[in-house]
């Protein structure tokens, strides 16, 4: 076993270069015409394995594994809304989201599952080699064996791993480990494909194709380097490979960065408690479902699922059911040559730190019926004519149903105060450094710095 | 106002390199004549402006603010005591620990002040420009207001400004902001000096001098640079200077370590839960204190404190008072001529992420009458005929009554397993790396950077 030699840099961008047929419409077509999953809604109170807790309302899984749903108090003296109490999923177990990368023919290529979730939109989509909670690999779910899960668990050669968090709005600290892990060969299974970094680029276009857990894992894999810069085909892409350079001038040091994700985690006072889900007051449980009297925001439903043909199972859940489909977007703009993205310190109540970097826009437009105040930068980003990138993916499909954001990246002209409290322009190169570490990027955040790097021009392979 | 030009680091490490008589001994007498703190115990249950919470028998100031002490319980599976119950101090607010620099005669100085804690066994210490909790500077307090505190709350160069963790035995997820700001020119106001780090290096060895909020901060400063090349005069000396050159080789990359960290932080399955002081199981209150029924760890009791001289004031407050004199030790060994650092993953229930790298050894010996086994690498430290530096310092003397720790940095020819899964060896820059994001590195570890740290040759001015 020998480690490679090649800048680990420099593999990632050759990779992302490399496209080329990847057929994945008829794979996975064909995958789908053996394997199933049928999803029916289904009473809270009468879900198999579940109970409502006495007392707290609380709903938790017989064995006390997987999540429980509870309710937060969110105190944000200063906010818009400085008060609120919600439905919330306490998931405390660290899973592993994990991709296996090998060499072939000298290039990198990602070992990819088409997977089935209940929530998703559309049936299979790409997804990590590996998406496992601790239940599943522990035998709580009594299942089979997860394929490929020895290497995460004994990993050959780590080329990433770190925790980072999931949606703050909808999970309380919930924190999954994200790794990818190099083999010199292992076998090909039925319903896993290698593919390029260039390939899986391709088909981030493609609505409610690659999941939720592919792409977190993805963004954590830098892949900045000299490669990249032979890739550049017009200005736009000669600003944003540019981005991907650590030796390319910021606006701001990282050192600045830091100070300002300081300040802000600092003066944000978020006090938040945890507590039953029974007499949440602006909350209804009504035919089986527990939703907001306004009916904007989520609801906690529960499904019955039945899966056939790669391995038959069921069960069922509580699940997060969002109104409307999100916008998601970055505004980016070259300055000095180099493209930088106005990045927005978001807090939400269940993030382990206060406070982490967002999108510029992150928002579900029906919301802000009910909320006082428009997001700030939401009709430029909905009225541009600059749109770089505009693809629906699904949130994760474990937990979230029919979770769908519109993701965008768009070029703009708009300028912040240097001293803006809440919003800073950073490039992709610093990105990349902050997402070495836990809990500076969000989880949107991430999507959109894999669509970003999307939009780099391949086709040398 | 102009920006410096040349590299921060290397101003960094030119100041290290500049010593020079301080006279600090003589300034601090002179300022002792003058300047008083009378501290006597007091019953915990009869502390003016303190209460004890009717029904938990937590204390607590009257306004709410300050701090609390109230109870953790622990889960920790699988450690040698898995489960406890204990009094900690819950301080949720950030404070500010700021150093201002500036340059004089083209060299970096450190703003420093001499400084009363009730809990220092020998008064006046060096410390930080400024140490404010929040409760201090929005005037809670009804002091005076606090000196330069506004180059922190609006800086004009930021050198440094990072949150950082304090004991995680003694705190719940106390937390502080380490600063370093720069500014042209300030006035140097009476109890104020302005050091070199060449000059506060030369103080470290003076036992109960430079005070734990000092050396947290200074520890954050980054100071390798090719400036310090010059300064080798041994082999030790030699391997120190190159452990701290992000161009020396090291035994693991930084990504390695950070995923044994990612990998710790993944499988200690730490509980805590925060509860009332009344009615802990193995916990006394007699005589006005509470006490461990073993006499072991630590003490909480009441102190009544007059100040006089620069300011009259008059407090009290509760303390946290430990048994015995701590061992805090680097074992540290040249591995292919660069200096590494044995580094332990320690748990404290009172981390804000379950783990931290720590020194080799962090021990009160005493305790371990009461407590299973005995620290590993502890019987090589007391005993070593290879000790490079060994002075007692105080930990913070406004929370900790006479709060003392031997530290060491001790020459070793012991070796880990390179998978073992609590310990690794590490450079100097490596832990530089680490420093400039919060929780990564532990108190004591970070103290201990800087004692090593002033082991580099001085003398050039």
Redesign the interface.
């Known amino acids: 076993m020998s480690a490679p030699t090649r800048n680990p840099v420099e593999r990632v961008a050759d990779s992302m270069l490399h496209t080329g047929p990847a057929e994945v419409a008829g794979w996975l077509a064909g995958l789908a015409d053996r394997w199933w999953m049928r999803v029916e809604r289904a009473d809270l109170g009468e879900l198999a394995g579940w109970q409502v807790e006495p007392g707290t309302g609380n709903l938790r899984h017989h064995t006390g594994k997987f999540f429980t749903v509870e309710s937060l108090s969110v105190d944000l003296p200063g906010a818009p809304v400085p008060h609120w109490r919600q439905p919330i999923i306490n998931q405390p177990e ?1 899973g592993i989201l994990g991709i296996l990368v090998r060499e072939i023919d000298g290039v990198l290529h990602c070992l990819m599952q088409a997977k089935h979730e209940p929530g998703n939109p559309n049936g299979l989509q790409i997804s990590p080699t590996v998406q496992a909670t601790r239940s599943n690999y522990t035998g709580v779910h009594q299942g089979k064996a997860v394929p490929y899960l020895e290497h995460f668990r004994s990993p050959e050669r ?6 980072q968090s999931e949606q703050g709005a909808w999970f309380y600290r919930k924190r999954n ?1 994200n790794m990818v892990v190099e083999v010199d060969a292992v076998e090909e299974r039925e319903g896993f494909r290698w593919l390029t970094l260039g390939q899986i680029a391709e088909l981030m276009s493609v609505p409610d194709l690659v999941n939720m857990d592919a792409r977190t894992v993805l963004a954590c894999l830098p892949g900045g380097g000299a490669a990249l810069a032979r890739a550049a085909a017009d200005d736009f892409t000669s600003a944003l490979v540019r981005s991907a350079d650590p030796a390319s001038p910021s606006v701001h040091g990282l ?2 960065i ?2 300002w994700i ?2 802000v ?2 003066h944000t006072d978020l006090r938040v408690e945890r507590g039953p889900l029974a007499g949440l007051p602006d909350w209804l449980y009504d035919d089986g479902r527990i939703a907001h009297r306004t009916g904007g925001f989520f609801s906690v439903v529960g499904v019955r699922v039945e899966a056939g043909g790669r391995e038959v199972a069921a069960w069922s859940q509580p699940m997060v059911e969002p109104v409307g489909t999100g916008v998601i977007a970055f505004l980016v703009k070259a300055i000095d040559g180099v493209l930088h993205i106005l990045t927005h310190a978001r807090t939400e109540p269940g993030y ?2 206060v406070t982490e970097l967002a999108p510029t826009v992150q928002c579900v437009p029906e919301n802000y019926a009910h909320l006082p105040g428009r997001p700030r930068f939401l009709d430029e980003v909905l009225t541009s004519s600059r749109v770089r990138f505009d693809t629906v993916l699904s949130e994760e499909g474990g937990r979230f149903l029919g979770a769908r954001n519109r993701y965008m990246v768009v070029e703009t002209d708009a300028d912040v105060a240097p001293d803006d409290p809440r919003y800073r322009w950073l490039t992709l190169h610093q990105y990349e450094e902050l997402l ?3 809990f500076y990027v969000n989880i949107q955040a991430r999507s959109l710095v894999l669509c970003l790097r999307s939009l780099i021009p391949r086709g040398r392979a």
Do not use: F, N, Q, Y
Not at 158 to 163: K, P
């Open positions: 660290i780590v080329v990433i791993d770190i925790r480990r050192g600045d830091l100070s300081t300040e985690r600092t382990a730190d070495r570490h836990s």
